[in-house]
Each structure stands twice: as structure tokens, then as C-alpha cells.
């Protein structure tokens, strides 16, 4: 077990750090959270699980092998520094930087930059073969300071978000102004624990956006929409990432042409740009939790985006789920959008 941490996205940071627990487990890493900070967490976990949580996560940025913890002062940092073995990090010489993150006003960006040179200095004492190179260095040391402390590791890789963006609503050549991001979509398939090569539903596939952010984890994505064109603009959408889906159908959710799914993933229509054919919010999504019930086995997930004001945890437990968390984002002043997480029991 190494001792790691993470520096999670300020978006959401309930669902950031609920999303890499989801990663975690559902990718079979034991793992025991030592502490948890603005943005950050810190954890013990297998060093490979690293590689899970980069490979699947939309709100973690930054994941370091933790080398020490101190108070967010010269002193304290000096003599944790002093502590540390850099030279046995730095093999044969290597080449270094030493980049470090500030999180809200725990810090100023002044003093960011005088932890980046005494640290460089301590490191340079330490292992003096080694040599510091801002540009392509073979090693980045990297710390972040938060609740008055500082958090000093080596990285070992970064979430780039540029992917994310690229897969913006505005991007994709299908377009409703009711699609759902591409972080929160893929956030919401991980918090379903879903697994590569298992069968991800979005009952209500909508432009795709869930069942691209499946797609590009390993996963059988299968779409299902009421309206054939919705149906058709995910599936351009879908091929528009070089991506190929499971299956996209146009059909009534609540009588899905299916024999199997392992996990359901939805933000099903609700607020002004969504058509509900009809239907009540509380409506559609109580066919949710009774058309897929069949499909579920025991333990295994539904991942749903509805309105606040809904309360889906009281409609999931009534149609036999267990509700297992809620996190809660503004969308503007009139819609708070409930992310819930439930299993069938």
C-alpha cells in the first residue's frame, strides 16, 4: 500500500471525491482514506489504482505519492524536507521541477513561489546529482497547500481537461441545450461502479453524453430514447468520437427491448429546454426505477440526475432501492440538480 493523494476539482468537491472512492472500488483497489482536505484527499491504496483513476475520472486533476505532510511554515517545512529521502526518488541524477498548487486563500501566490525555490534548494542538498530543469524535467515533485498545510509528493500523472472540453455540447454535431457535460457524465458513470465490458443503460440517451464517457472507459454503452431523432443525433454524436455503442434505440423506456444491464446511468428530461412528452418529472422517473428493476441484480447501481426539488431518494426507496448518496449542484435559480446514487437490495 503506498501512501498517495489527490487533488480533486473545486467544481463539485463532494462528487469529486465520492467519484475517485467509486473508481477505486469498482476497479477492486482496497484503499483507506487517511484525511480529508480542501480538494484534496489523502489515501492509502495499491500505487497501480493510479493508473484506474487517471484513466477514468472527469473531476480528479493531479495524483502524487506522498513523501511528507507538514504545517504550511518555513520551519516546519525545512525540517520535514530535511526528513525526506530525495536522492533515493532522483535515480542516477535525474532532472527535476518542483511545482506546487495553492487551493482558495490557504496560501498566496507569493509564498507558492518561495515554497517552489526552498523546496528546489532542500532537494538540491539532498541529492546533489541531480539537476533542476523547468522545461522537460524526468521528475516533478508536487505539493498543494490546504488547511494550512502543505501536501509534498512525487506526481505521478495529471487529468488533462482539454478531452472534456473537446467533448462539449457546443462540440458534438448533434446539439440540445438540455445535454449534460461531459465531466458530471462521466463522474455519474463511475459512480455506478461501472466496469469495462459491462452493459451501461441511459434510458433517456438524450445527445449520448453518458454513453460516450462509457464508451471511452471500456464499457457496452446502450442507449435507449422515445424520440427516433434524439435517437439518431446520439448515435451521430456517438460515431462522431470514432466510438461504436452497444446498441441505440428508439423505444419507450418503460418497456425496454432488453435482457440484460449491469448498470443504469440517466439524467432523465426535466427544467426549461427538456421535453417530457407529456409526462411529470416524478412520473418518468418513477417508470425509471420500475422498468429497470428486472434488469438490475442485487447490489448493482442506478446513477440518476433530477431536480431538487423531486426528492428521488423518497421514489427510489419506494420502488425497493437503497438510496446511498446525494450530492447537490446549482444549475441556475431556479434548478438545483440532485445527483443519487442507488442500489437494488
Not at 483507506?32 to 492509502?44: H, I, K, P, Y
Not at 438524450?206 to 442507449?223: N, Y
Request: charged share 25%; glycine share 6%; proline share 4%.
Amino acid at each position: 500500500m503506498a501512501n498517495l493523494f489527490f487533488l480533486v476539482s473545486g467544481e463539485f468537491e463532494s462528487l469529486s471525491f465520492s467519484e475517485l472512492k467509486a473508481i477505486l472500488a469498482a476497479e477492486g483497489f482496497t484503499y483507506a482514506v487517511t484525511e480529508f482536505l480542501d480538494q484534496t484527499v489523502r489515501l492509502q491504496a495499491d500505487a497501480q489504482s493510479v493508473r484506474e483513476v487517471l484513466r477514468r475520472s472527469g473531476y480528479t486533476r493531479v495524483c502524487a505519492q506522498e513523501l511528507f505532510v507538514c504545517e504550511a511554515n518555513d520551519e516546519a517545512i525545512v525540517k520535514a524536507a530535511s526528513g525526506a529521502d530525495f536522492e533515493a526518488v532522483l535515480c542516477d541524477g535525474e532532472t527535476f521541477e518542483v511545482r506546487i498548487r495553492r487551493i482558495k486563500e490557504y496560501a498566496t501566490k507569493e509564498a507558492t513561489m518561495k515554497y517552489e525555490r526552498l523546496l528546489g534548494k532542500l532537494i538540491l542538498q539532498n541529492a546533489p546529482k541531480a539537476k533542476v530543469d523547468l522545461k522537460k524535467p524526468q521528475k516533478t515533485f508536487f505539493g498543494v497547500l490546504t488547511n494550512g498545510k502543505l501536501l509534498f509528493g512525487v506526481k505521478m500523472g495529471e487529468v488533462v481537461p482539454k478531452p472534456f472540453v473537446e467533448r462539449r455540447a457546443r462540440k458534438k454535431p448533434f446539439f440540445h441545450p438540455s445535454a449534460m457535460n461531459a465531466k458530471l457524465a462521466r463522474c455519474m458513470v463511475n459512480l455506478a461502479h461501472a466496469q469495462s465490458g459491462s452493459y451501461v443503460l441511459d434510458p433517456f440517451s438524450g445527445t449520448g453524453s453518458t454513453l460516450i464517457e462509457a464508451s471511452l472507459i471500456g464499457c457496452k454503452a446502450v442507449g435507449i430514447d422515445v424520440q427516433r431523432h434524439m435517437a439518431k443525433g446520439t448515435l451521430k454524436n456517438i460515431r462522431h468520437f470514432g466510438l461504436e455503442p452497444e446498441g441505440v434505440i428508439a423505444a419507450d423506456s418503460r418497456k425496454l427491448p432488453l435482457s440484460r444491464v449491469d448498470c443504469v446511468v440517466t439524467d432523465p428530461p426535466y427544467g426549461r429546454s427538456s421535453t417530457t412528452m407529456k409526462s411529470s418529472t416524478k412520473a418518468i422517473v418513477e417508470g425509471i426505477f420500475s422498468s429497470v428493476y428486472p434488469f438490475l441484480g442485487r447490489g448493482q447501481r442506478i446513477c440518476i440526475a433530477s431536480p431538487k426539488t423531486l426528492n428521488v431518494k423518497r421514489i427510489g426507496e419506494q420502488y425497493g432501492y437503497r438510496h446511498l448518496e446525494s450530492h447537490f449542484a446549482y444549475v441556475h435559480r431556479s434548478l438545483t440538480r440532485e445527483v443519487a446514487v442507488f442500489e437494488k437490495v
